[in-house]
């Protein structure tokens, strides 16, 4: 199993510019969630997933949008990108909203 | 409004000592509780939770504390080896929202 992945690793945005951070699980876990960590805040939660086709607003979701089409992949996608949303986002997925979470490797976003 | 709260942004303990990280939390409908750590450049991982119907859980040199009453609950690491240096983070869950603290930093010198 190759768990949680994500791409790209590292990404370099200007302001304004669209893009997608892709994640996918080959667990068959129900639950996918996005998070960003920044200095002195922690991991806020953007949006999260409990099941394919179900989707709902977490902590900070304004300025991203995503989709849970499949089981495996839950894409975070950036709709105008702006400085505010330098930082770097997990993706994470547990077999239910309560188990453990495990998480991907991260997707370091600078947008200047 | 920081629903789970880390005050302590770092700890610095001998190796072979006890660590203690704490966790303060103000939404009393919390009813799951988990640790994870990190290290730079990974992303987080599972160490140990507990429930809420419990008070205590332990794994091996972990242990976690869970005070409903104070909404407060600690992690106890005993003894600290230098590998546990690392970010540690509590997170709740709120229904379906796992939210997440601000990280404690833990260096554990020889």
């Known amino acids: 199993n190759a768990g949680v992945t994500q791409t790209p690793k590292f990404q370099v945005l200007k302001t304004g510019q669209s893009m997608t951070l892709q994640c996918a699980q080959d667990?068959?876990?129900?639950?996918m969630s996005w998070y960003r960590q920044d200095p002195g805040m922690g991991l806020r939660l953007i949006h999260y997933?409990?099941?394919?086709?179900?989707?709902d607003q977490g902590e900070v979701p304004n300025g991203y949008n995503v989709s849970r089409s499949t089981t495996e992949d839950f894409p975070l996608r950036l709709l105008s990108a702006a400085p505010s949303q330098t930082s770097v986002y997990f993706c994470?997925?547990?077999?239910?909203?309560?188990?453990?979470?495990?998480f991907g490797p991260g997707t370091r976003l600078l947008v200047l | 409004d920081q629903q789970v709260k880390q005050n302590s942004p770092s700890l610095s303990v001998q190796e072979g000592r006890i660590s203690i990280l704490n966790c303060d939390y103000t939404?009393?409908?919390?009813?799951?509780f988990l640790w994870y750590k990190k290290y730079p450049a990974e992303g987080p991982t599972f160490l140990i939770s507990?429930?809420?119907?419990?008070d205590k859980n332990e794994d091996g040199r972990f242990t976690v504390f869970l005070n409903k009453s104070a909404k407060h609950l600690s992690l106890h690491i005993v003894p600290s080896q230098p590998g546990d240096s690392a970010v540690y983070f509590c997170?709740?869950?709120?229904?379906?929202?796992?939210?997440f603290g601000t990280g404690t930093r833990l260096q554990v010198f020889p």
């Open positions: 997933s409990v099941g394919a086709g179900i989707t």
């Open positions: 667990m068959n876990h129900e639950y």
């Open positions: 997170a709740a869950y709120n229904t379906d929202k796992l939210i």
């Open positions: 994470a997925s547990g077999e239910d909203r309560q188990e453990t979470q495990y």
């Open positions: 507990i429930s809420s119907i419990k």
């Open positions: 939404n009393s409908m919390f009813d799951y």
